[in-house]
C-alpha cells in the first residue's frame, strides 16, 4: 500500500517528465525560476521536428485535468506533449474541431434557408401543395452541406486575402 506522500510524489513526476523542454534561449520556465533546466538529449526515435523546436510552455493541471489531456493523448495514438501542441497550434491557427462543428451548424442554418426562401417564393404564386413542400424540404437537405461548405471557402479566401494586405 502506497502513502499519500508517495502518491503525491509519483504523481508529480509523472506530471514533469510529461513538459515540454525547452532547448535553447537557456532562460527557466516561468513554473520554476530559481532552477536550472536539464536539456534531455534527443532520443533515437525522435524526429527531426522535434529537436528544431527551441521553446516551451509549462503549465500545471490538476490530477482530473491530466487524466483527461492523457486520455486524449493516448485516444489519438501520441505522447501527452505531442498532443498539447498540436491542440495548441490547432486552436491557434483555427483549425480545430469547432469548425467542423460551425459547418454542421452552418449546413443546417443554410439548409432553413433555403427552404424559407423557396416556400416564400411559391406561396406568393399561390397555395402550395404537399407534394411542392416535400421537394422543396429534399432540395434543401440535398444542397445544405455544398452551400455550408462554399460559405466557409469564401470567409477563408476572404481572411488570407485581409491577412495578405495587411502583411508588408
Known sequence: MTTAGEASRRRCARIQSHRVRELSHGS???SSPDKTQVIAPPTAGSSANETA?????????TEAEFSEVDAAASAAGK????WLRD???EHARGTQDDEQTDEVLLAEVMGMRSLMLNLFGRASQGPISTE???KM?????SVKEQKAAD????RR????ARESDETP
Open 53 to 61: 523546436r527551441g521553446r516551451s510552455v509549462a503549465t500545471r493541471l
Open 79 to 82: 505522447k501527452v506533449a505531442e
Open 87 to 89: 491542440a495548441a497550434l
Open 151 to 154: 460559405f466557409l471557402a469564401r
Open 157 to 160: 479566401f476572404q481572411k488570407r
Open 132 to 134: 411542392d413542400i416535400r
Open 28 to 30: 527557466p520556465m516561468a
Open 137 to 141: 424540404s429534399a432540395y434543401a437537405e
